[in-house]
């Protein structure tokens, strides 16, 4: 039986990973946040909470020493922001008072145009790493944007895909329970066809004996016809042969009688003359056994009616599905009520699964998820805008320190003439040094915040990762999330699942029976035994009574007829007269070579010619008539004996084989058709029942194995942690990762590009010398560029 298939619902794409620069360069940020958290999660001190469910017992300095890592970075951090403050204001004091290279002053020396390049390379170098951060801030930055609706978009695919989930739940279980029509619509229709199924099995049973017996007093029939046939057959053609051997006897003596006078009259003109004695018969047919006793008895057998016999037999056999049909019309009617009953019981377990219809309630829990997500979708949507602004705002505050450098270095070169005195050098390059100083300037008052953003951002979403995304990317989080009661969560109870456990069977696509381990709610097997209900419908069968009418094969007066036709010496008899005189010459000469002396004697016997060639032509006309009739009447009544004889031979065998298999088989129908009935009607309640017992087998397969494969709440899952850490959580910290990487890279920056604008600045006081092996320097007692000193007084 087909009982269908359970619903394949088409579910919607997942959350799609990220992949491309996103993904190498969130790689990078894992790695560093992996170096900055070198605690295992979840700590100690946490998942002892979890299994007391005391929270209260977690002391802030088992939390700070967890969170060390962060603690370290995080004070460097502010350590940055102080002391880049600091710097920045005492570089700007100092700057005023002409200190700190403040003094338009730049002394000459032979190896000037190797530092400048140097620091040029570096700068650039420098410059060029900034500015690859300041890229990877904005794409991260943008990427942040399209998280949110990405997130959104996938968000609803997944909810959706979880509703779809569920909802067809209660669809496949409704289809596994309705196919219990299909058994019931089964087992009805061979109960209305009891007759032709149940009577079908009985005369199938009965026939398999009553056939074969049937077949053989057939067989036994068509060879007495045969037989009884033969020797009719027989002496006809042996009537025919003595009437053939008369007439022959008489043209052949009116012959002779006429050649022996013709003879005479020809007296001495006819010598040498033949001998008339030889006209005359050799093989005599005078008689062959009789047939009478033996034809009569087959006759008598033949026209006992034992064609009737067979008849009434094979129609016996062929009114037992219809017979049954008849004595079984009241239990047909109770089975059918039985099968109503059966049908009732499968329905009332699809009404004892309650879990199925409180499905609704998670549902409800769906439906509320994407409510208060499209609720809240306006209000991210405003505040990514302006988090968008601020990411912009701040990366391009970068970008302009990247500009003012490559400003800086694209100027400054196109100007300076490395022979020319520093206080003329041209616009060009002195526009180059300050560009330096534009982009150092702006260095100092941006790298504060940028990294305070960093610090925040560094703290929230490394620990993100590192608390909850690497965990839940490697199912640790699921392990911590055990300590919770799913159940109280989604209001239903789920009999203490386990959230590793609901995972890994989700992944493996296993049915929800076995993944919530509903047999420990459910005792399935109590549910689907309908053995009471079968035990009635077994009870109604097997107390009916089903009698199959008597058959009789052959009835005694016909046994002892065939009795008589076995032992009528059929196969003794004795045809060796016949046998012996069918081996002579039918003449003692051959009358064609007697007609040839005839001939010869006329040619001698002018007188009598015409006499001799007269009986000559008579003689041949004889011959050939012999030739033509005789001989082939001789053939075939020979042929005609050798089967009688060899019919005849085995007729009293097969005869009383067929009597043996009468006896057998009417012993057979006299006392085997009752447990004949009996175990037919076994075999049709097995197949009855075997109906619901294929049901009831392929019904818990279904329950147990193919209802509600799970892998799509193991997507749900995953897409959560692809839309939570991939689009959100990784963007975020590329985004801070980006902000400090720029940051840091700020402080060689400063450093070089302060160093690299004298080179470039037109200074207001020269330094010249008169070779390059003699040059002017200031000596230590000029005080017109001392750097002023603090001094003490005492």
């Avoid at 056994?289 to 008598?300: G, V, Y």
Wanted: glycine share 4%; with cysteine.
């Amino acid at each position: 039986m087909e009982y269908g298939n359970l619903t394949n619902p088409t579910y919607g794409p997942g959350a799609p990973a990220e992949d491309g620069p996103m993904k190498v360069f969130s790689s990078m940020v894992h790695s560093y946040l992996d170096l900055v958290q070198r605690n295992a999660f979840p700590p100690d001190f946490l998942e002892q909470a979890l299994k007391t469910q005391k929270f209260n017992s977690i002391s802030p300095n088992q939390v700070l020493t967890y969170e060390v890592g962060y603690l370290v970075a995080l004070a460097i951090g502010l350590l940055f922001i102080i002391v880049m403050t600091l710097v920045g204001l005492f570089f700007c004091c100092c700057r005023c008072c002409g200190n700190c290279g403040g003094k338009m002053y730049q002394k000459q020396t032979k190896n000037i145009n190797c530092k400048r390049r140097f620091l040029y390379f570096f700068l650039f170098i420098i410059t060029l790493i900034i500015l690859a951060g300041d890229i990877c801030a904005f794409y991260s930055n943008s990427k942040m944007n399209d998280a949110v609706d990405r997130g959104f978009t996938s968000l609803n695919n997944t909810v959706d895909n979880l509703k779809t989930y569920v909802n067809s739940v209660p669809q496949d279980v409704n289809i596994i329970f309705n196919a219990s029509r299909i058994p019931v619509a089964w087992a009805n229709s061979s109960i209305i066809g009891i007759g032709p199924v149940l009577g079908g099995m009985i005369k199938r049973s009965i026939e398999m004996e009553a056939n074969k017996t049937l077949d053989t007093i057939q067989t036994t029939i068509n060879d007495l016809n045969s037989t009884a046939k033969a020797m009719r057959s027989v002496n006809d053609s042996f009537n025919a042969l003595q009437d053939a051997q008369r007439q022959l006897v008489q043209n052949l003596t009116g012959i002779r009688d006429r050649i022996n006078q013709t003879l005479t009259s020809c007296g001495a003109a006819c010598t040498p003359a033949p001998s008339v004695s030889d006209l005359d018969i050799d093989a005599n047919f005078q008689s062959i056994p009789d047939f009478t006793d033996q034809l009569k008895a087959i006759d008598d057998f033949l026209n006992s009616g034992v064609e009737d016999n067979i008849r009434s037999a094979r129609q016996t056999l062929d009114d037992i599905p219809q017979s049954v049909a008849n004595q079984t019309k009241g239990s047909v009617q109770k089975v059918q009520d039985q099968l109503v009953n059966i049908q009732k019981k499968i329905q009332d377990v699809r009404s004892n699964l309650s879990i199925v219809d409180k499905l609704n309630t998670v549902n409800d829990f769906f439906d509320k998820v994407t409510s208060n997500a499209n609720t809240y979708k306006s209000d991210a949507v405003k505040y990514e805008y302006y988090r968008w602004i601020v990411g912009i705002c701040l990366s391009s505050i970068i970008l302009l320190v990247v500009v003012c450098n490559l400003l800086g270095l694209l100027f400054g070169p196109c100007g300076h003439e490395a022979k020319l005195d520093p206080t003329e050098r041209s616009c060009a390059s002195n526009s180059g040094g300050d560009f330096f100083m534009a982009g150092t300037g702006f260095s100092f008052l941006s790298a504060w915040l940028l990294m305070l953003v960093t610090a925040v951002l560094f703290v929230v979403g490394g620990n993100v990762y590192t608390s909850v995304c690497k965990p839940w990317s490697s199912q640790q989080l699921y392990k911590v999330a055990d300590n919770f009661n799913l159940s109280n969560l989604l209001n239903i109870d789920l009999n203490n699942l386990k959230l590793t456990t609901l995972y890994r069977d989700c992944q493996n696509n296993d049915g929800l029976w076995s993944t919530l381990n509903l047999n420990s709610m459910y005792n399935l097997d109590s549910y689907l035994d309908i053995s009471q209900y079968t035990g009635d419908v077994n009870s109604t069968l097997q107390n009916t009574n089903i009698n199959i009418a008597n058959i009789t094969f052959l009835s005694a007066s016909q046994k002892n007829k065939v009795t008589s036709v076995a032992t009528s010496g059929i196969d003794n008899f004795n045809f060796s007269d016949f046998n012996q005189q069918s081996t002579k010459n039918i003449t003692k000469t051959d009358l064609n070579s007697f007609a040839a002396e005839l001939e010869t004697l006329a040619g001698k016997s002018p007188a009598f010619k015409t006499d001799l060639k007269n009986e000559a032509n008579a003689l041949r006309t004889l011959q050939n008539s012999i030739n033509s009739i005789m001989v082939p009447q001789i053939k075939s009544l020979s042929t005609s004996i050798v089967s009688l004889q060899t019919k005849g031979k085995q007729l009293p065998t097969s005869l009383n084989a067929t009597l043996k298999s009468i006896e057998d088989a009417q012993t057979f129908v006299d006392t085997q058709v009752v447990g004949i009935v009996k175990n037919e009607i076994r075999k049709y309640l097995d197949t009855i029942i075997g109906y619901f017992g294929s049901y009831i087998d392929w019904t818990r397969k279904m329950l147990t194995q193919d209802l509600a494969r799970c892998r799509p709440l193991a997507a749900a899952l995953d897409s959560a942690e692809v839309i939570a850490c991939q689009y959100v959580v990784d963007t975020l910290n590329a985004f801070w990762f980006s902000l400090g990487w720029c940051t840091i890279f700020f402080i060689p920056s400063i450093i070089l590009s302060v160093k690299l604008a004298k080179y470039y600045r037109r200074m207001k006081y020269s330094d010249t010398f008169d070779s390059p092996s003699d040059h002017m320097e200031m000596t230590s007692t000029s005080q017109q560029f001392l750097i002023p000193r603090v001094t003490v007084k005492s």
